[in-house]
């Protein structure tokens, strides 16, 4: 079983305020994204990865950064957190694009 | 967005009856996945069905693609209350493979 491990799973931050959400895959896959989940947007891809030092951006990047420091580890980071950020993240992992994704749990990040 | 007509955003059937949900897309994609969320937890893979493929079946699941409309849809048959989700479908995003992005879904809910 694909195994997708995101933390923290809940965090509340203050407008302007700095966060960072981790995630790590130990499948050995090449790809990893982040996305965000708002009602009546499904899922909106942020950053995604293919493999260690790779950084492609997806179609909601305004206001993240992504790091994939290795194979595993997956990061995203808001530097300037807005009450717009407020959602549910989740991040997954695939061997390659055009194959099945594996998600996390979520993160809910709440900015106040 | 590289959605088309969006999926049906809610369908409320009885238990045993069939249902069927709908996606359309834009841009060219080599694949096609269907994924159902349940509440509280991250999406999972249902069917993934290539460019070349026309009809993929798993279990009361039946996934069709008509690369010429640039359509899918996704058939339950003899629905169960635990086929209570929300069902997204997925495409590259015309990127060949490299992305996964996802629909804003539909809402299913099967009453006993």
């Known amino acids: 079983e694909a195994a997708v491990t995101q933390s923290p799973r809940n965090k509340v931050t203050v407008t302007g305020g700095n966060v960072t959400l981790s995630c790590r895959q130990t499948n050995s896959h090449n790809y990893m994204y982040w996305y965000r989940q708002d009602t009546g947007h499904g899922l909106r891809l942020i950053h995604y990865s293919y493999g260690a030092g790779n950084l492609q951006i997806g179609d909601v990047p305004d206001g993240y950064k992504a790091t994939r420091t290795t194979q595993e580890d997956f990061f995203l980071l808001l530097e300037l957190a807005s009450p717009s950020q407020t959602s549910l993240y989740f991040c997954a992992s695939s061997p390659g694009g055009d194959t099945e994704v594996f998600f996390g749990k979520g993160t809910r990040l709440t900015v106040v | 967005s590289q959605w088309g007509e969006e999926n049906l955003q809610a369908l409320s059937i009885q238990e045993g009856e069939d249902v069927t949900m709908n996606c359309s897309y834009k841009?060219?994609?080599?694949?096609v996945q269907w994924y159902r969320q349940k509440s509280g937890k991250g999406p999972a893979q249902l069917i993934l069905?290539?460019?070349?493929?026309r009809e993929k079946r798993s279990g009361r699941l039946r996934a069709t693609l008509d690369t010429s409309s640039q359509s899918s849809s996704l058939s339950i048959t003899g629905t169960l209350a635990t086929d209570t989700a929300v069902y997204f479908c997925?495409?590259?995003?015309?990127?060949?493979?490299?992305?996964?992005?996802f629909g804003s879904g539909t809402r299913l809910l099967v009453s006993p």
């Open positions: 069905i290539r460019s070349n493929e």
């Open positions: 841009t060219y994609t080599t694949v």
């Open positions: 997925a495409t590259d995003g015309g990127t060949g493979g490299y992305k996964v992005v």
